[in-house]
């Protein structure tokens, strides 16, 4: 998890990517940011992130985020 939250604060060192709950609904992250998170954890994670699963639930948080990953490298 903390290898993840320095990858994330790379994208946005801005962004208290360890607290935050609502990245994507208080609108913290762009789609931009998205696009570059999706890309990171592609590269670091050799994973590929379906389309199904660009969906805010899965990034409103680390937590989300890292839930995602295990689940695609599962």
Known sequence: ME???ELLQDVRDD??????KDLIDSKTL???DIIQ???TLDDEYDIS???SE???ANFN???AIYA???KLQG
């Not at 962004?15 to 935050?20: P, R």
């Open 3 to 5: 290898e993840l939250i």
């Open 37 to 39: 998170i999706i890309s």
């Open 49 to 51: 992130i379906p389309a």
């Open 54 to 56: 660009i969906v805010p």
């Open 15 to 20: 962004v208290d990517f360890a607290n935050a």
């Open 61 to 63: 948080s680390a937590e």
């Open 68 to 70: 995602l990953v295990q």
């Open 30 to 32: 762009t789609s931009f």
